[in-house]
């Protein structure tokens, strides 16, 4: 017979599977509804990610659940803490096809903001709100990325102060794409990230893009830009300008190709302007701060 714990786990799966089956929904939050979610647990990422960094995972309602939002799509959290309802805007770093569960990627110090506060007074088996927003939107498919139904083969980030997990989210969803991919020696394109940030200390979750790059070479890269950089520093200094943008990201503009930016809405607002003086079409790139469903 079995034993005890095994008689555990099997009727733990049992019941998950069973309250799976009478869920409604196959989706949860993409209806733009504000939904309970009840948090699983935190990991600590300073080596991962950079430090001061954490993820926390979030439970959605069902084990075989999936969050419904597609890549490039963020989410806003929302929790009471000591008389005020604070909200904060997460783009998940799990995958939308990944089940039961929902990632965020967050710092952990006073640059993540007030939200940071609720957070990590959550513990887990704790609940907050969860709703679906706005984003880029991308859709897998088995040969390339779509959005808006062009082809995209080749994906810029631009990305400004506290704004890169937009682009390790993409960046992730990406290459694991590439590898699941049949023939991953034919992929044509990849990804390119400029990252402007005020010191080398601001550059958290830098270190998500290192061991992509250290994977994938040929299909991931990246250029760092500070306006007061450390000693010895060998990359970008002061501002990214129109030179900057050429350069280090996918150019000249062209049908296959998507440009992401995210960052203060001052940098978005100087950004655009940059990418129309070098001819970007306004529907191959995408600024979060111009999204009337990045907010509510």
């Known amino acids: 017979g079995n034993s005890l714990a095994e008689c555990v786990v099997f009727g733990r799966i049992a019941g998950e599977r069973a309250a799976t ?3 409604k929904d196959t989706m949860l939050l993409d209806k733009g509804d504000w939904i309970p979610v009840q948090l699983r647990e935190v990991r600590s990422t300073d080596v991962k ?19 419904g939002l597609e ?29 039961g569960i929902v990632d965020i990627l967050c710092r952990t110090d006073e640059k993540g903001g007030p939200i940071v506060q609720l957070l990590t007074s959550l513990q887990p088996g704790s609940s907050c709100l969860m709703k679906g927003m706005g984003g880029v939107k991308l859709v897998r498919q088995p040969e ?22 937009p682009a390790v989210q ?17 992929i044509s394109g990849g990804i390119r990230l400029v990252y402007a940030a005020e010191t080398a200390g601001d550059l958290a979750f830098i270190a998500a893009f290192d061991k992509l790059k250290e994977l994938h070479p040929k299909l991931v890269d990246y250029y760092l830009v500070l306006n007061d950089p450390p000693a010895g520093w060998t990359m970008g200094v002061g501002f990214v300008d129109p030179d900057t943008i050429r350069q280090k990201l996918w150019f000249p503009p062209a049908d296959d190709h998507m440009l992401v930016m995210c960052g203060p809405p001052i940098f978005e607002k100087i950004m655009s302007g940059n990418l129309d003086k070098l001819g970007y079409p306004r529907e191959q790139y995408y600024s979060f701060s111009a999204d009337p469903e990045a907010t509510g």
């Not at 990610?49 to 969050?67: D, I, K, P």
């Open 21 to 23: 089956i009478k869920q």
């Open 49 to 67: 990610y950079g430090h001061n960094t954490a993820v926390y995972r979030f439970n959605l309602h069902g084990s075989m659940q999936q969050t």
């Open 71 to 99: 890549l490039g799509r963020f989410v806003a959290i929302r929790g009471s803490l000591d008389g005020d309802t604070l909200t904060g805007y997460y783009s998940p770093v799990s995958r939308p096809d990944d089940e």
């Open 144 to 165: 390339a990325w779509l959005h808006d139904g062009r082809t995209i083969n080749r994906i810029s980030l631009l990305c400004g102060g506290t704004g890169l997990a």
């Open 170 to 186: 993409i960046a992730r969803a990406y290459i694991h794409w590439v590898n699941q991919s049949t023939c991953p020696g034919d």
